[in-house]
């Protein structure tokens, strides 16, 4: 048993000297000192992305939306109310924003326009007439601006309605139990 424990200890030890070198040569540390202090900041910032992200997404639908895992979660929840076209559609128009070149806004904007804003799209989202009519005009010469209205309100439903609605939703309440679980199962013996 002593002698299994002893390999054990060893791999991890072997492990921890192979991952300091690797990480010292990667990103120019200077001594073992700071590779391990690095070492144990990347492994919290970890275990933070997990729990404490999780339970940080009920701040606010921004710290939902900044974070991949939680437009997943928030994304399956709407699924489950018949409103995923609002988080998607938020999603398409912040991707647009990002557009540089003239041809490509032009492509972006009318497949946003088609799947989100026209008259019986496949995803249409609950806009008031007066902003389709806006981004209707706009078409011709869309900017990388034609959407910040519509963005806007959907951006104050999801925040107002659909959120607090998560927040409360046992979908949420269970991602948080399980990370909270997992949190206290991880354990690096060699940090």
């Not at 054990?8 to 120019?28: P, Q, T, V, W």
């Not at 437009?71 to 109310?81: D, H, P």
């Not at 999801?158 to 354990?187: C, H, I, T």
Request: some cysteine.
């Amino acid at each position: 048993m002593r002698e299994k424990m002893h390999r054990n200890y060893s791999r991890a030890a072997k492990m921890s000297s192979d991952y300091c070198i690797h990480i010292e040569f990667k990103l120019g540390f200077k001594s073992p000192l700071s590779v391990i202090t690095y070492t144990r900041y990347i492994t919290r910032r970890l275990e933070r992305s997990d729990a404490e992200e999780t339970m940080a997404w009920s701040m606010s639908v921004d710290t939902v939306l900044a974070n991949k895992d939680g437009v997943e979660a928030f994304r399956t929840f709407l699924k489950s109310e018949f409103s995923e076209e609002n988080v998607e559609f938020w999603l398409a128009c912040e991707d647009f924003k990002k557009t540089k070149s003239p041809t490509k806004i032009a492509l972006k904007a009318r497949k946003i326009y088609s799947d989100f804003i026209q008259a019986d799209a496949p995803k249409e989202i609950n806009i008031d007439f007066h902003t389709k009519n806006h981004i209707a005009q706009n078409m011709t010469e869309p900017t990388l601006s034609c959407f910040d209205d519509a963005q806007r309100l959907i951006y104050s439903l999801m925040a107002k309605d659909s959120f607090p609605r998560f927040l409360r939703s046992e979908e949420y309440k269970e991602l948080v139990k399980k990370q909270q679980n997992g949190k206290q199962k991880r354990w690096l013996p060699f940090l």
